[in-house]
């Protein structure tokens, strides 16, 4: 079905957009195919691990070389985009992820896997490095806070899509089919993102590598986004290394879950997608720093809740330790969109190679925490990674900045 763009209405003053429903729900699109395939393995982990004769460390890393690749692009496509713009690499960087999705379908090895996973991985910041620059530039203050918190709920909402598809698309069909399904997903997505997401009116090119390596040199010394940075990486640390393993700890005795069970698990993402747009009245109101240090304490307490007996018990866990990762995220997004004002796309490049480097090193971590200690050693290096976050948030964050009371 052809999706035609409404008209955007603009200020007669400024000329920022007004977000339409049919823009909101582009902004949120655009956040599902960024993530629709970054976490999709996870649902049939155990599977890939029989399939391919991996180790728990090897099919933990299916997920971490996709991190690990956005991480080590993130910064050079934020200075790509500063310099050629916003629309387009969005548009090409959906599209691009197609492409090695499809041909997972010919996958025979676990390091064939491997490769085209962090290829992948490649495409992904094209998306969610350039979106954050483009909605920064392109909303009014009050509505950008919004408008970010759409698009978070998007890519939540492309997180679960990923892993609930895969998971039950491989109790009808073989993985590697099931991916070819889900690169036809991505190609349909950068159609509707092409037609839907209106074109930048606020973007000013910066041409020049000497511009960009000074735009990086302020943004390195910035202890704002140094502060984002530090958070970013324990962040994902801890949602990386959790969604991860939590499905080889239910795939064993006692549990036995099957991969839709496991993709069942997912709906937790769910409640992402109603909890983001929430916080980003709230951040406002009660400010960044008292948000985040709430958000973190609560995923915390939910990591360490999934160390329960009943399955019941641990999906609501899950859910907890979700939620609070939703609103550290949002928080923390805004955060750079308030506070950094020049080179928001590098900016947002450096912040998304953190975190990005922090799922990486959950996804190895979390690894051989539970190959030495099983679920009770992965959950004690969650705990400990998150307490670190607290500890930066307390410390780092101003307690005040515009826009929060």
Same mark, same amino acid.
């Given at each position: ?80 985009s500063d310099a050629v713009g916003r629309k387009w690499l969005i ?58 918190? =759409? ?113 069942? =698990? ?47 018990? =641990? ?7 979700? $939620? ?32 990005? $480097? ?15 200690g099983a679920w009770p050693g992965t959950v004690a290096t969650l ?8 500890? =930066? ?13």
């Open positions: 079905m052809t999706i035609l763009p409404t008209p955007i209405q603009a200020s007669s003053s400024d000329d920022y957009i007004r977000p339409t429903l049919l823009l909101v729900l582009t902004v949120a699109l655009v956040g599902v195919f960024a993530f629709v395939q970054v976490y999709s393995v996870q649902s049939i982990l155990p599977e890939l691990q029989r399939d391919l004769h991996a180790s728990v460390v090897q099919v933990g890393n299916t997920v971490g070389m996709t991190v690990l690749a956005v991480a080590l692009m993130s910064p050079f496509v934020g200075m790509l548009v090409g960087s959906v599209f691009a992820l197609a492409v090695p999705t499809a041909l997972i379908t010919q996958v025979q090895t676990v390091h064939g896997l491997l490769l085209l996973r962090f290829l992948q991985g490649l495409a992904v910041p094209g998306v969610s490095v350039v979106i954050i620059a483009y909605i920064g530039e392109e909303f009014r203050s009050g509505l950008m806070v919004r408008v970010m918190t =759409i698009y978070v709920a998007g890519s939540v909402l492309g997180g679960f899509l990923g892993r609930f598809l895969m998971g039950h698309l491989t109790e009808f069909m073989a993985w590697r089919t099931a991916f070819g399904v889900m690169a036809a997903l991505n190609l349909a997505g950068a159609v509707v993102v092409w037609r839907g997401l209106p074109a930048s009116r606020h973007f000013v090119a910066k041409k020049g590598i000497s511009s960009s390596l000074n735009t990086l040199g302020q943004l390195l010394r910035n202890p704002s986004l140094q502060v984002a940075c530090a958070l970013g990486f324990t962040v994902l640390f801890g949602l990386v290394g959790l969604f991860t393993f939590v499905n080889l700890h239910l795939a064993a005795a006692p549990y036995g879950f099957s991969s839709g069970a496991l993709a069942n =698990i997912f709906v937790v993402y769910l409640l992402g997608v109603v909890i983001t747009p929430m916080a980003g009245r709230l951040i406002p109101r009660f400010g960044v720093r008292r948000t985040v240090l709430v958000a973190v304490g609560i995923s915390a307490a939910g990591v360490l809740l999934t160390l329960v007996q009943p399955a019941w018990g =641990i999906v609501v866990a899950l859910a907890i330790a979700a $939620c609070g990762v939703f609103i550290t995220q949002s928080a923390t997004m805004t955060f750079i969109a308030y506070r950094i004002t020049s080179g928001r796309s590098l900016a947002s490049g450096l912040y998304y190679t953190a975190y990005y $480097c922090g799922g990486f090193s959950g996804a190895w971590v979390g690894g051989i925490a539970y190959t030495l705990i400990a990674t998150q307490a670190i976050g607290w500890l =930066i948030a307390w410390r780092f964050m101003p307690r005040t900045m515009p826009g929060a009371r």
